[in-house]
């Protein structure tokens, strides 16, 4: 349960800022999950790529979404930064 919240979240994150990327990055996700409760059915051995994968889709998620975070706000820092720097006429 704790790793879906963390997926909606950071999809949800993601989604405002880049839509194609949280939409590929959250479909990666769900097939390796699917990949992996298909492999949980059959043998604890052929569970555990589709579970390495779903980690490192949803580490992927985080890191777009942090970026897309960082691409939003840092120009609007850096400007109002610039503002502040320039003398008023």
């Known amino acids: 349960m704790k790793d879906e919240v963390a997926l909606l979240a950071t999809v949800t994150l993601l989604g405002v800022l880049l839509q194609g990327a949280a ?5 990666i996700y ?3 999950r699917l990949r992996y409760f298909q492999g949980y059915a059959h043998s ?3 569970r555990l790529a589709p579970l390495y994968a779903s980690a490192c889709a949803l580490w992927l998620l985080v890191v ?3 970026l897309g975070l960082l691409a939003h706000f840092l120009p609007a820092a850096l400007s109002a930064e ?3 720097l320039l003398p008023r006429a």
């Open 82 to 84: 610039i503002q502040k």
């Open 64 to 66: 777009l979404a942090a």
């Open 30 to 32: 769900l097939y390796a």
């Open 44 to 46: 604890p051995l052929q």
């Open 23 to 27: 939409a590929l990055c959250g479909l």
